[in-house]
């Protein structure tokens, strides 16, 4: 069977440079980018089994947006604005936790119901004229796919549904049922000193898999290949090498995880990495499902933040694999981030003069055109003034 689910041809004459150095330190750039890629793209933000019970949430603080997300008493998992309509307090103050029957703001006490609707305000008499059904919390798009929570910052945007935008890889993922998984170890989060590029154009390409990662490239190595994003998605793909089994760890995962008798042949000795336009990632192993992304804190620090899910049935072979494939995936990701930080401090050299791509990293450069298609002023390659950044942008983006 042909493992490759949409066979994209690289072109013969691809322009190999990638963004311009300074995209990688423009303090204008980034407003840009929270403006026409992180508040209008979805945004993965957990799963509904992190939130099991009606009075459930979790938060994610991000890009100076607050979400707020909770399963209400009907069931239903809806997002908002964790932003009172009072004075703008964080109604929920801790990133998971449960509200038992009601959001209370812990400023001066306006109660919302689970579904957002504003139930009272402390001491109401002081607001003779207030009409309760106009300071609901500001409701998020939200969508559920496959148990994944995906939230919009701001309502509608250039992607489709996320049903619609993940259709190309919804056969493949649905062999994993992760809808009814449960978690591993909870979310998690970490900073990492560099552009949120940098992070992503190391994830983007797989060429860098048989020098930077000895513990994947005992495991897989010889059968990685890359897909490049198309329409907002990539697909990366690799199966067990047949000897693998130099390092420890790979070792004993191979030895110990169970036949995933669950999944379809060319899927049990599988790695799966899918790509979503602009800053996120699902992965699949038989053991497990992940997701991971990452958001500008600065334009030289990023918060990581995703989280592993399990079987909730898994037996005790299969929760040795997934401590183990975690333990890889560990290793692997502390050796990402230092070959970030490397490459992204190179764009404040004055010798630093731009990326020249192998067709391995085709990916990179689809990323890249993903971004300069929403962000125009990307495609210049010497940095305009900081304070004109806005406007050239917006002319370049209405001459299309
Ligand atoms: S800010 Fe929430 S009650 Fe005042
Ligand atoms: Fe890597």
């Known amino acids: 069977m042909n493992p490759h689910l949409r066979d994209v041809a690289i072109p013969n004459d691809w322009d190999r440079r990638g963004l311009p150095g300074w995209s990688y330190h423009s303090a204008a750039l980034l407003e840009l980018e929270k403006e026409h890629v992180f508040r209008n793209h979805w945004q993965i933000a957990g799963h509904v089994c992190d939130i099991p019970n009606a009075g459930d949430y979790l938060t994610m603080d991000v890009i100076g947006e607050r979400a707020l997300i909770v399963r209400g008493k009907d069931g239903v998992v809806r997002g908002f604005n964790n932003m009172c309509r009072h004075r703008g307090s964080r109604v929920v103050a801790d990133s998971q936790g449960n509200c038992k029957n009601a959001l209370v703001c812990p400023f001066h006490g306006w109660v919302y119901n689970l579904d957002g609707t504003l139930r009272g305000a402390a001491r109401p008499r002081s607001f003779p004229d207030l009409d309760k059904t106009e300071f609901g919390l500001m409701p998020l798009d939200l969508e559920v796919w496959m148990g994944f929570i995906f939230i919009r910052f701001r309502n509608g945007g250039p992607q489709p549904s996320v049903a619609e935008l993940l259709k190309p890889i919804e056969p493949e993922f649905a062999h994993y049922k992760a809808a009814d998984m449960v978690p591993s170890w909870g979310i998690w989060t970490q900073k990492t000193p560099v552009n949120w590029k940098s992070v992503r154009d190391v994830d983007n390409e797989g060429y860098h898999v048989a020098m930077a990662h000895p513990a994947l490239q005992d495991l897989y190595g010889a059968t990685y290949f890359d897909e490049p994003f198309v329409n907002g998605v990539s697909r990366s793909f690799a199966t067990y090498n047949p000897h693998a089994g130099r390092r420890w760890s790979v070792k004993n995962y191979v030895k110990i995880a169970p036949e995933p008798t669950h999944l379809p042949d060319h899927l049990r000795k599988a790695w799966v990495y899918y790509g979503i336009f602009p800053n996120a990632v699902l992965s699949v192993m038989p053991e497990s499902v992940q997701f991971y992304q990452e958001f500008p804190l600065s334009t030289g620090e990023t918060l990581l933040r995703g989280a592993i899910y399990r079987y909730r049935d898994e037996s005790r072979e299969q929760a040795a694999a997934r401590y183990l494939s975690f333990r890889i995936d560990r290793d692997t ?4 981030v230092q070959l970030s930080v490397w490459s992204n401090e190179s764009m404040l050299s004055e010798a630093f003069e731009g990326f020249y791509l192998s067709d391995l ?24 003034e900081e304070k004109d950044m806005w406007n050239l942008n917006d002319a370049l983006r209405s001459r299309g």
């Open 333 to 336: 990701m502390s050796e990402d």
């Open 361 to 384: 990293e085709y990916g990179v450069r689809t990323h890249h055109d993903h971004l300069r298609q929403q962000i125009p002023v990307l495609g210049l390659e010497t940095a305009p």
